[in-house]
């Protein structure tokens, strides 16, 4: 959303007074990984309280048919396959709720600044068009 890219600009101008010799670019570009990267952690009634850069976990590529499961654990997050892997096989995790609809995924995966363009998207996408 519009806000939310002037919050975090105006935040950036902010440090960028604080720290002149990073350049502005460099601090929006470190904003912007923050951003699309961290894992937040809710408590029990579901409140963001922290997030965190989990270096080795940010390297998952989303799909709406992930081939790993991510579970908070108290302080940690738990990766589990969701089934058998081959030897070199691009891991997955969703980044959006998997139980909503096609469009309403779209529209989440959109504060990641990409379209979705997954197998599941992609047949859903085109049943709800010959739908129509």
Do not use: W
């Not at 002037?6 to 601090?27: F, N, Q, R, T």
């Not at 976990?57 to 969701?82: D, Q």
């Not at 709720?97 to 047949?123: I, M, N, Y």
Request: aromatic share 8%; charged share 20%; glycine share 4%.
């Amino acid at each position: 959303p519009a806000d939310h890219i002037e919050s975090m600009l105006g935040v950036a101008k902010i440090l960028h007074a604080i720290l002149p010799s990073v350049s502005l670019s460099s601090i929006v570009d470190m904003i912007c990984r923050e951003e699309c990267n961290a894992f937040g952690y809710r408590d029990s009634s579901n409140e963001m309280f922290a997030y965190a850069m989990i270096p080795l976990a940010s390297k998952f590529n989303h799909s709406c048919a992930p081939n790993i499961a991510k579970a908070p654990a108290g302080r940690k997050h738990v990766f589990t396959a969701l089934r058998d892997l081959a030897p070199g096989e691009e891991c997955y995790i969703s980044y959006a709720p998997l139980d909503a609809p096609v469009k309403a995924r779209q529209e989440h995966l959109s504060g990641f600044q990409f379209q979705c363009a997954c197998s599941r998207c992609t047949s859903e996408l085109a049943a709800e068009a010959s739908d129509t």
